[in-house]
């Protein structure tokens, strides 16, 4: 819908829509962070299991961590830089391969921190793309396989190897597969829903700041208009004593007749301006059908009858609100067939509108979701390139529900029904204020 920052508003931004800086995947301070809390785990390990005599290859173990630490103070020497997902994902595939060699050394299967080995592809799935985490978690199931087989078993005090029983072992690396598809898969969900949430959350405030600028520029139409008319009036005051004295010089006595007459040209349009703004600036509240017929204005030439069945009290003249109900009547207008209704509920304590088409409707396996940031299209098959369905009817919830509007969306049958309900005191406009004191006019 047209709420979305399409690309005239990204040409329009500070930069352009190639030129947009994308963020950090996740900062090299946080992974290196990571790294020494996994070194303190892994020295803390290392040192009780040598404290309880139990038996496994010192010297290449210290020799794995004293790398990790290495690594960290090398990372904490370099000068700061911007991490991209290449140098994140050599970093956590650093931390792969070197957990996964400790627990190769430490008993394979039989080490009960094998779980661990988990945590690179997580950190992965929660700040880095797909792909690259579809690649670290291939190359997390090739590694834990490699420690399963070639592992080197731990020994108790009196020299016993530790292992388990086969069936065992092949559920402990069974489960370690089942957490790296599971982890990995839900993290980079749930962190892409929130990135999408938190993208379409701006993009909801930059409508809602383009309708306030849209809404005050009437009020500085109306100041400039008054600013202006005082130079005007000396204008146009001079070029009729101009015109006076030159009538004996005809070419420039009809230069100065222009003049006049367009000052007095300049003077009508900022009259009509300064009008406008004012009825922009003052009119804070307005007729339920004057407020949908604006929101709808933009929509009723586009090919489908908008109809507009309204009758009821006078409502906030809000640009949120006006701004969500035309995002939900262009949605409507965009799948209709021939037809949009627009119709109103008034009753003592609620305002209902009601949007409906005559189009295919909404597709049922979408119809609970309805509202989500970058849900997919209503109907490809119909539209198979109309990106519109699903940021732009967030952006209209997220203003109505702000304005205190509960929504919900149907099939009508046939075509899409789309209703706004408010309680009425949160929308109808309190016309009978008391009026101020009359200004005193001094001569």
Same mark, same amino acid.
């Given at each position: ?37 996994? +070194?303190? #785990? ?12 139990? #038996? ?7 020799? &794995?961590?004293?790398? !990790? ?7 904490? %020497? ?29 008993? #394979? ?28 978690? &291939? !190359? ?7 420690? !399963? ?12 190897? %530790? ?7 092949? @559920? ?12 990995? @898969? ?21 409508? %809602? ?24 009036? $000396? ?8 015109? =006076? ?33 004012? =009825?922009? &600036? ?12 604006? !929101? ?37 207008? =965009? ?16 305002? $209902? ?34 990106? @519109?369905? @699903? %940021? ?19 099939? #009508? ?13 949160? +929308? ?12 005193? +006019?001094?001569?």
């Amino acid at each position: 819908m047209n709420a979305a920052p399409g690309p005239d508003d990204l040409a329009d931004h500070p930069f352009g829509a190639g030129d947009t800086p994308h963020a950090e995947p996740i900062r090299m301070r946080t992974l290196v962070l990571l790294r020494w809390f996994a +070194i303190g #785990g892994q020295l803390a390990a290392v040192i009780i299991a040598w404290s309880m005599g139990i #038996g496994f290859p010192k010297a290449p173990v210290m020799i &794995l961590i004293a790398l !990790a630490i290495a690594m960290n103070l090398w990372m904490a %020497l370099r000068p700061p830089k911007r991490t991209s997902p290449g140098r994140a994902v050599l970093q956590l595939s650093f931390d792969l391969v070197q957990i996964s060699s400790l627990m190769a050394l430490t008993g #394979g299967m039989a080490n009960p921190f094998a779980l661990l080995v988990l945590a690179p592809v997580t950190i992965a799935a929660a700040s880095l793309n797909a792909r690259l985490v579809l690649a670290l978690g &291939l !190359a997390t199931v090739a590694v834990t396989s490699v420690a !399963a087989v070639f592992g080197v078993p731990l020994r108790d005090p009196t020299g016993e190897i %530790l292992r388990l029983e086969p069936i065992l072992a092949l @559920g402990h690396w069974v489960a370690l597969v089942i957490g790296v598809v599971f982890f990995g @898969g839900y993290a980079h969900r749930v962190t892409g829903e929130l990135s999408d949430t938190s993208n379409a959350l701006f993009a909801t405030q930059m409508a %809602l700041s383009r309708e306030q600028r849209l809404q005050h520029l009437g009020g500085v139409v109306a100041a400039a208009a008054h600013e202006m008319g005082t130079p005007l009036a $000396t204008i146009k005051l001079i070029a009729g004593e101009l015109a =006076d004295e030159l009538k004996d010089r005809p070419d420039l006595h009809a230069d100065v007749i222009a003049l006049r007459d367009s000052a007095d040209r300049c003077a009508q349009i900022l009259r009509s301006m300064g009008r406008a703004g004012k =009825d922009d &600036l003052h009119m804070r509240s307005a007729p339920l059908r004057a407020v949908l017929e604006d !929101a709808a204005s933009p929509h009723a030439d586009r090919g489908p009858l908008v109809e507009i069945r309204a009758d009821g009290p006078s409502i906030r003249r809000d640009p949120a609100i006006i701004h969500a109900l035309r995002n939900l009547i262009q949605n409507a207008v =965009d799948f209709a067939e021939s037809r949009v209704v627009i119709e109103t509920d008034v009753t003592p304590n609620t305002l $209902t509108v009601t949007i409906r088409d005559d189009g295919p409707g909404y597709p049922p396996a979408l119809l609970s979701r309805i509202g989500d940031p970058y849900l997919s299209r209503r109907s490809e098959a119909q539209r198979g390139s109309y990106e @519109g369905m @699903g %940021l732009g009817l967030f952006i209209a919830k997220t203003l109505l529900e702000r304005s205190g509007a509960r929504l919900s969306f149907a099939n #009508g049958g046939p075509g899409a029904v789309a209703s706004v309900r408010w309680p009425i005191e949160r +929308i109808e406009a309190q016309d009978r204020l008391a009026l101020a004191q009359n200004p005193t +006019i001094e001569i």
